[in-house]
């Protein structure tokens, strides 16, 4: 706090160290730069008029040594125009005299969140920087710092591990996560989503064929089960598999060898399986729609990915990453996000989950034209955001699903590639959805 009318100094520090703020004072402007040769101060309040050195001068000086530090201008009502071209050259704000004390303080926290905020996306960038070849999850959420310490313990095993979770989570990162923490990092890894193809299809796919196999099998393919040897099959939404193709699976995992479509001799493979579904296994299980001795096969080891809305903590960090990405990829220039939008973004319950925050980031990319990203930026975060229904109007989860495809497919103009993307489902599902919901 620089004044030099001893009485404004002691009530201002007054003032602000009832508020749990330390304050340094100092009645000459010299005096404050010799000060600021020192040490780095989080905040300066300093008057604009003072004899020798005026605010201008500890403005300037501090804008070249401590760039992060925030300037607050104190000016009386015929200086404001001065005050406004402090801002011009970096001030943060200014208050007029005599001071309104919930002003003052309204200042003071905003200035100090943005310089902690600036501070903060610093250290995370040096993070993601620091983050080298192969597959990293940010995560500060302890729900999701643990898991990934048990996936990492998981790893070093061969046991078949199926991973769950709502779609848009990462549970194929999770999956690339396991494989290259494992012993089997420098085989291949694998992977096939198992509800983008016909029956048909996914057998050639996972098995393959021999030459004349069938009509137009004019040579021989390598199947992914027998390609993943040494390494890491990954067998995505493993629910959309049919019965009698998991029939077929099961005798891959209990026997080890794989049989190709049109071969009466079969290979041996040394493959580690992993899974994952956003549906409820147990329940199909017990609904006979998944084979119970299947399932106790793949889920040796379960884990489950908690929502994006279970881990808040987390918003922040995947923000940063992916405003870092987009911003490099389109050749921007955007620093930080604006501490309103991240407000918006940790209270919102993201059903679409990291997949749904980064089509968010990208998008505000696009938009913001100065170094921030604002709240305008954002689209309109309410619309997904849960409301309880009226007594007597509960509707069905169907009803729920329904209604949020129809939403999603107005905001994608009917573009069902980009409206499978966003929810996170491949055009097959989206199809049979719409299909399901007599939408098509």
Not at 117 to 133: D, F, I, M, P, Y
Not at 136 to 143: F, G, P
Not at 176 to 192: D, F, N, Q
Request: hydrophobic share 40%.
């Amino acid at each position: 706090m620089v004044d030099d009318e001893q009485v404004a100094v002691r009530n201002l520090q007054h003032i602000l160290s009832k508020e749990g703020y330390e304050v340094i004072t100092s009645q000459s402007g010299s005096r404050a730069l010799q000060l600021l040769a020192a040490e780095e101060f989080d905040l300066i309040l300093t008057d604009l008029r003072m004899p020798k050195v005026d605010g201008m001068e500890i403005l300037r000086q501090s804008r070249a040594r401590w760039p992060d530090t925030e300037v607050v201008m104190i000016t009386g009502y015929a200086a404001v125009d001065s005050a406004i071209a402090a801002m011009k050259l970096g001030a943060y704000h200014y208050v007029t005299k005599p001071y309104k004390l919930d002003e003052v303080r309204k200042v003071v926290r905003e200035a100090l969140e943005k310089r902690q905020l600036r501070l903060e996306n610093r250290q995370l960038k040096e993070r993601l920087a620091k983050v080298g070849v192969g597959v990293t999850i940010l995560a500060e959420d302890s729900a999701m710092t643990d898991l990934l310490s048990i996936a990492h313990d998981v790893a070093q095993s061969d046991c078949s591990v199926l991973i769950t979770g709502e779609s848009g989570t990462g549970k194929e990162l999770l999956a690339r996560y396991i494989h290259e923490s494992s012993p089997r990092a420098h085989g291949p890894l694998k992977a096939v989503n198992c509800g983008v193809f016909t029956e048909e299809l996914l057998g050639n796919e996972l098995f393959g064929h021999e030459r004349g196999a069938f009509t137009g099998a004019d040579r021989k393919k390598i199947g992914l089960i027998e390609s993943a040897d040494g390494g890491t099959l990954f067998l995505d939404e493993i629910t959309e598999m049919s019965l009698s193709m998991q029939v077929k699976l099961l005798r891959v995992l209990q026997e080890k060898e794989v049989q190709p479509v049109g071969s009466t001799d079969s290979v041996k493979i040394d493959v580690r399986f992993l899974a994952a579904t956003n549906r409820d296994i147990m329940k199909m299980v017990k609904a006979g729609d998944f084979r119970q001795d299947l399932y106790f096969r793949i889920n040796v080891m379960n884990l489950h990915l908690p929502p994006l809305s279970a881990r808040r903590k987390d918003v922040r960090i995947l923000a940063q990453y992916f405003l870092d990405r987009y911003n490099n990829a389109m050749d921007k220039d955007i620093r930080e996000i604006a501490p309103e939008a991240l407000r918006v973004l940790q209270n919102y319950d993201f059903p679409g989950n990291v997949r749904e925050l980064e089509n968010i980031i990208e998008r505000a990319v696009v938009l913001a034209r100065g170094e921030r990203i604002e709240v305008e930026h954002l689209p309109d975060m309410e619309v997904h955001t849960f409301r309880p229904p009226t007594e007597g109007n509960i509707p069905s989860l169907d009803e729920q699903e329904r209604t949020y495809i129809e939403w999603v497919l107005e905001q994608t103009a009917g573009n069902k590639t980009k409206a499978a993307e966003v929810l996170g489902i491949d055009r097959v599902s989206l199809w049979r959805k719409l299909k399901k919901y007599s939408m098509d």
